[in-house]
């Protein structure tokens, strides 16, 4: 069992940067691959980013590459995603999520059927 809590979301310029943080408990954490996902009003959930069990590869949806970058702390059994450009249109609630389901798997899943628990979400308002 995973329980998951977002914080670090808000309203920023465009151009700006945010650190969103996702903390967790649970001893399977540490075994699970972790994704940050975001979803816009009327549209689907979409990959941000994602990160194998011990941090040694990770990957990241096509529209934010270059500008966001995921890490995790298995000691303090935190997720991080740093967000730095800032565009308008990565306005959405973002989710952090935990692949408990395939411990010590190799792979960062990118869908998000393939994550078993999740977050409440928190708001990221981007404005132009």
């Known amino acids: 069992q995973v329980q998951l809590v977002e914080s670090g979301g808000g309203l920023v310029q465009a151009g700006g940067s945010l650190r969103l943080s996702c903390a967790a408990s649970?001893?399977?954490?540490?075994?699970?691959?972790m994704g940050w996902f975001r979803q816009a009003p009327g549209k689907e959930r979409e990959f941000v980013a994602g990160?194998?069990?011990?941090?040694?590869?990770?990957s990241y949806g096509d529209s934010v590459k270059g500008r966001f970058t995921i890490s995790r702390d298995n000691a303090k059994n935190m997720v991080y995603l740093q967000m730095n450009s800032l565009k308008p249109e990565d306005t959405a609630v973002y989710y952090c999520?935990?692949?408990?389901?395939?411990?010590?798997?190799?792979?960062?899943?990118?869908?998000?059927?393939?994550?078993?628990?999740w977050g409440q979400g928190t708001q990221v308002t981007v404005s132009s």
């Open positions: 649970g001893r399977t954490f540490i075994n699970s691959a």
């Open positions: 999520a935990a692949d408990g389901a395939k411990p010590f798997n190799r792979r960062v899943p990118g869908h998000y059927n393939e994550y078993n628990y």
């Open positions: 990160i194998t069990w011990s941090g040694g590869s990770t």
